[in-house]
């Protein structure tokens, strides 16, 4: 093994493990849908199959190379593929190489990619270049896929990559009743698919469930230039995913490849550099600064390969105003003259404070401060802003809710042999 020793090696085998364990059962279901498929027939001019033929395909990106021989019926097929580009190569005695580039496969995705040999020399080769969309053979759901360069360029709202949901067909927003709330990550949300309840989504990242299991909304996603794909499958389900009858939204993170990649970021949205709507009096107050970065690449070439990113969310804003009525100083003392006057009383009219034991009115609106208990005398002296109220106990104050977040990813890819990938991932919200 050149450039790096054995021992480093295993090490490095043995952190990908470690990041394995936690997630195996969710990995083994990931297998079903979080990756891609190829298959087709390869025929000659005439139609005719031509088995035995030598196909290969190739991830570009990572350099994996997978290699089948299509059986007496011309047939070929390549399952649990990751998601990304791929070549398409085949070869076939008395017949002219096959070569077809620029495929794209998404997530989920079962393509049937059929090849038509003509004859010649070994030494001459035909290339196509895959321009149109692929076309999926096995499901009858309606599918639409995200692709990355979208997914980072769409105006999505504090960058939350569930408003990406809305862009499938027959998807809106309900109400939540009760299923979002202070018990749930402040990014969950309820959104209708085709017809579907509010919660009848079934999340997936990586294949694994994303999904709170209380209330059945999602869990936070990772930030935009995190994910490769984003997936929104409807009507007519496939049995793998079961769970949820609405929609199935399945996301994949990225991978690190052979070549080194990155990115640094800052959004900024400030009311001040906003127009103002035209009925309203001001701007809006809320500041919101989002920054990171992302880094990929490989460890051992065309074996290990890393992808690291981080995003911090840092929002201000002018909270509304809440007014409250607390006790006054003078209250405190036994004195309820002000506030029992008609100044203080939304009527206008004066109200009298009587005595329960005797039914008679306390002269002046004044209790004899024994009769006042002691321990709500000190709680008042202790926790409520006496000095912030006025005469009649009235006090404004808003209570700031900031919504800061840190989120934090990594993940580990290592091709172990061309028929077994491994991966661990890493994610932090």
């Not at 997530?107 to 321009?131: D, K, P, W, Y």
């Not at 999340?203 to 936070?220: A, F, I, K, R, S």
């Not at 006057?341 to 609106?365: E, H, L, M, R």
Request: aromatic fraction near 8%; charge should be neutral; include cysteine.
């Amino acid at each position: 093994m050149t450039g790096m020793s054995r021992s480093t090696f295993a090490g490095i085998s043995l952190v990908v493990s470690i990041l394995l364990v936690p997630g195996l059962v969710s990995t083994a279901r990931a297998q079903a849908v979080a990756v891609a498929q190829v298959s087709g027939t390869v025929t000659d001019a005439s139609g005719s199959a031509i088995p035995n033929a030598q196909v290969a395909i190739t991830e570009t990106d990572k350099h994996q190379l997978r290699s089948a021989t299509a059986d007496s019926t011309g047939r070929y097929s390549f399952p649990n593929l990751p998601v990304g580009p791929y070549k398409l190569e085949v070869k076939a005695s008395g017949f002219k190489d096959y070569v077809q580039t620029g495929i794209i496969l998404q997530v989920a995705a079962n393509v049937e990619i059929n090849v038509a040999m003509q004859v010649g020399a070994l030494t001459e080769r035909i290339e196509v270049t895959a321009s149109a969309g692929l076309v999926e053979t096995r499901d009858t759901s309606i599918s639409q896929v995200i692709e990355q360069r979208s997914i980072n360029e769409l105006p999505l709202n504090g960058r939350q990559a569930t408003a990406l949901v809305l862009l499938s067909g027959a998807s809106v927003t309900a109400p939540g009743g009760g299923m979002v709330g202070s018990k749930n990550y402040f990014s969950s949300t309820t959104i209708s698919v085709g017809g579907g309840q509010a919660n009848g989504t079934a999340y997936l990242l990586d294949g694994g469930d994303n999904t709170d299991t209380m209330t059945n909304v999602n869990l936070p996603f990772p930030f935009p230039d995190a994910l490769q794909e984003f997936s929104v499958e409807t009507s007519a389900l496939s049995g793998r995913f079961g769970t949820h009858p609405g929609a199935t939204v399945n996301v994949v993170t990225k991978s690190g490849a052979n070549q080194y990649h990155g990115d640094l970021f800052e959004y900024l949205r400030n009311g001040n550099v906003n127009a103002r709507p035209f009925f309203s009096t001001a701007h809006d107050s809320l500041k919101r600064n989002q920054f990171g970065g992302t880094a990929g690449g490989k460890i051992i070439p065309d074996k290990v390969f890393f992808f690291a990113g981080f995003q911090g969310t840092r929002n201000r804003s002018t909270p509304p105003t809440t007014t409250s009525f607390i006790p006054t100083a003078a209250a405190l003392t036994g004195d309820f003259s002000a506030l029992t006057s008609g100044a203080c009383q939304s009527s206008g009219n004066p109200v009298t404070i009587k005595d329960t034991t005797t039914g008679q009115p306390f002269a002046g609106s004044q209790l004899p401060k024994d009769r006042l208990n002691a321990s709500a005398l000190k709680l008042a002296n202790n926790y409520l802003p006496i000095s912030a109220a006025n005469s009649c106990g009235r006090v404004q104050y808003g209570i700031p809710t900031t919504g800061d977040e840190d989120q934090i990813i990594s993940r580990i890819d290592w091709t172990h042999t061309t028929k077994h990938n491994l991966f661990g991932r890493y994610f932090l919200a």
